[in-house]
Nanobody, 125 residues
Framework: QLQLVESGGGLVQPGGSLRLSCATSQFTLDYYAIGWFRQAPGKEREGVSWISHSGDSTWYADSANGRFTISRDNAKNTVYLQMNSLKPEDTAVYLC??????????????????WGQGTQVTVSS
């Protein structure tokens, strides 16, 4: 089963920053758009950000716009989500997913081919 691996989560105070990584050693991400999603306890999974396979197109949910930055380093087969000015409401499990040849931002989870297990982000004082 091909899978992505997220890392970089943790406990941070409000206003702090974290950088999440999404990587895999099983296949190249070069042809995949990558989406970041999050799921808080008792809530539905929601799309947070998206980046095209080339990295020249990005999308952010309103809740992330201006605070989060998505980027990718195809040489390292890794996609990053830099999260600044974190708020308690950002607390969730963050997951990345890969969409083969994705050219248009989408939060439709059934369009993604592979998923990671997620990394916990907790924003609390």
């Amino acid at each position: 089963q091909l899978q992505l691996v997220e890392s970089g989560g943790g406990l941070v105070q409000p206003g702090g920053s974290l950088r999440l990584s999404c990587a895999t050693s099983q296949f190249t991400l070069d042809y995949y758009a990558i989406g970041w999603f999050r799921q808080a306890p008792g809530k539905e999974r929601e799309g947070v950000s998206w980046i095209s396979h080339s990295g020249d197109s990005t999308w952010y949910a309103d809740s992330a716009n201006g605070r989060f930055t998505i980027s990718r380093d195809n040489a390292k087969n890794t996609v990053y989500l830099q999260m600044n000015s974190l708020k308690p409401e950002d607390t969730a499990v963050y997951l990345c997913a890969a969409h083969l040849f994705g050219t248009t931002p989408t939060t439709a989870q059934n369009e993604y081919n592979y998923w990671g297990q997620g990394t916990q982000v907790t924003v609390s004082s």
